[in-house]
């Protein structure tokens, strides 16, 4: 099981990026697929997730209404959109995928892709 992630990069505020992750090795629509973040000296943090068939998806309150998570699993791929980015989004962003629910925890998403920079400049 492989992840790989892609499409960071620096973005002035209010700027857009959209990652991309591509899945192998698995069945991806049997998986929820997630983004996290990771800002120096802080935890990793939930920022989306969708279910295998992309009916449900959840959002970080500090990202809702920005963002927007999808898939498609007849490529394998998921993707975060983002818009009106903030400094404070600022981070190594990952995406994994998860075998049960649509969980906001870290250790219940099993595989991890190899995490993206993003960095959003004032």
């Known amino acids: 099981v492989q992840l790989q992630a892609s499409g960071g990069g620096l973005v002035q505020a209010g700027g857009s990026l959209r990652l991309s992750c591509a899945a192998s090795g698995q069945t991806f629509s049997r998986y929820t697929m997630g983004w996290f973040r990771q800002a120096p000296g802080k935890e990793r943090e939930f920022v989306a997730g969708i279910s295998g068939t992309g009916g449900t998806t959840s959002y970080a309150e500090s990202v809702r209404g920005r963002f927007t998570i999808s898939r498609d699993n007849a490529k394998n791929t998921g993707d975060l959109q983002m818009n009106s980015l903030k400094p404070e989004d600022t981070a190594v962003y990952y995406c994994?995928?998860?075998?049960?629910?649509?969980?906001?925890?870290?250790?219940?998403?099993?595989?991890w892709g190899q995490g993206t920079q993003v960095t959003v400049s004032s």
């Open positions: 994994a995928t998860a075998a049960y629910g649509l969980p906001v925890v870290p250790t219940l998403y099993q595989y």
